[in-house]
């Protein structure tokens, strides 16, 4: 099993097979649009912008299970990311990603990689940098700012 196995929602609730991201680099972050980490969003778009047309792409996956830091619906989450943050990289569906109903791409990343505390996500703004194979090669925490991961992303580009 990889990433390119799994099947995901879109914000706008459209079916979206990971295999379209096939031969990028990706960087899995799970989000909210009232965190203290949530200015990150500016810094992810940048890194889409930079990067996009060179095979990179951000996935974004709103979440509230931590504080209630995500309570809108998919709509209104998709808005405020736009007009607050400019974001254009594709948005996904609230889910869960940890306890019972973590979604399967969620299992599956943190098996792959796990982090402080196992493989329980810590916060939001966890991020998952995978390879053009599909391989996870890096997990990094709420407070890595997407800038610090970028050294990363281009190591994986070349």
């Known amino acids: 099993m990889n990433i390119y196995d799994f099947t995901v929602n879109d914000i706008d609730g459209n079916e979206v097979s990971m295999q379209q991201f096939k031969n990028k680099v990706l960087l ?3 989000t909210a649009s009232a965190c203290g980490f949530t200015p990150q969003l500016e810094g992810l778009q940048k890194l889409y912008d930079e990067y996009k047309n060179k095979d990179f792409v951000v996935l974004g996956f709103p979440c509230n299970q931590f504080k209630n830091q995500d309570p809108g ?14 974001v254009t990289f594709p948005m996904f569906e609230k889910i869960e990603v940890n306890g019972q109903n973590t979604h ?4 599956f ?6 982090g402080l505390l196992g493989n329980k996500i810590k916060w939001n703004f966890t991020k998952f940098l995978v390879d053009k194979n599909g391989n996870v090669v890096s997990r990094f925490s709420p407070t890595t700012s997407p800038q610090d991961i970028e050294k990363h992303i281009v190591e994986l580009l070349k």
């Not at 998919?74 to 007009?83: A, G, P, Q, R």
């Not at 399967?104 to 299992?107: D, E, H, N």
Request: aromatic share 12%; proline share 4%; with cysteine.
């Open 73 to 86: 619906t998919n709509k209104e989450i998709k808005t405020f990311c736009s007009l607050n943050y400019g």
């Open 28 to 30: 899995i972050v799970n």
């Open 109 to 114: 990343l943190k098996a792959k990689k796990s």
């Open 104 to 107: 399967p791409l969620y299992k």
